[in-house]
């Protein structure tokens, strides 16, 4: 039986810092509110050359290094974003053209904040069938781009960056019997896509359009549907919070991260957090923290790593995977 491995990760930010004390320049806010309200202290933002491919590519590399791979090794790019460079062709087939890469299958994934956790589950079951056998799954985003950065209730939340990891199929045997993607679940509801969206698009204005939130709604249904989604994985392994080694949940709000955790009984110690350096970046959030952890020797070989998001449609959804 195959399972796709981790082999690496990598990820990527743009030079840019911009600080709660900037946007206080910029719009009516504080850094006193920003940090109460969400745990936001700093994001990256994105220079005009920084686009998001750009930013993908930086992350793909990163995780090929890490790995110990070159590009020749992947033959599926899947990448996670809503804020592609173009309309088409795919970020993922400008990724792999720019390392390089002319074999194999590449496409987007767009399921908003959640395309990380969508998108690494869609690469498991390439993997698992047999048919591909080395897949960068990457979340990248410019959500700079779409922002009102006049409306402060939502330019203050996002921020620019990418991440990747490198999944390989592996024979479930020996040492390699308990690792991989053990499970992942996945859900959309399309009755609540007007609580976050982007007002533009080919289909209507024909312009990109800009980002708009019921902010309280979202979070609202963000706490409910994500620890429920969340007991879906620990019920179809078997395990439960206390087999956890890492909850790594999507990036998008301190107190929905930690109310998420305290509802399922997570111990605080065991939650990666980077909101306050990164601010919600997205698809790329998850893959962001993952390489965060891994690189400052948190997350080993090994370790049980639950990662979960929600965003626009709404779409969620979790994963368990064995380092
Ligand atoms: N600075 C200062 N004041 C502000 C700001 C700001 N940036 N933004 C809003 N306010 C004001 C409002 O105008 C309001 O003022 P009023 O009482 O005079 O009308 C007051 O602050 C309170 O606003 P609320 O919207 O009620 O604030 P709330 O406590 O709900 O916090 C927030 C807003 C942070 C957006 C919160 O609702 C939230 O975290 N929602 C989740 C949304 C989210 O994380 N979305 C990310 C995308 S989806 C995802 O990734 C899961």
Redesign the pocket.
Known sequence: RLRSVVRGCGSHLPDRVLTNADLARM????DD??VQ??GIQQRHIAGDHETTSVLGIGAARAALAHAGLTPDDIDLVVCATSTPDLTFPSCASQIQFGLGINQGAAFDVQAV?TGFVYAVSVADKFLTSGSHKRALVIGAETFSRILDWED??TC??FGDGAGAIVLEAQEAEGGNADRGVLTSHLRSDGRHREK?YVDGGPGSTRTTGVLR?E??E??RF?VAQVVDVIRDAFKATGTTPDDLDWFVP?Q??K??IDASAEKLGIAPEKVVITVERHG?T?AASIPLALDAAVKDGRIKTGDLVMIEA???GFTWGSALIRW
Do not use: E, P, Q, Y
Request: aromatic share 6%; charged share 15%.
């Open positions: 719009v009516d806010t504080s509110w920003i309200r969400t904040c402060r209730t203050v939340l976050l939130m902010g309280k979202v979070f963000a999507h998008a709000n107190r929905i919600n997205s929600i965003g626009g």
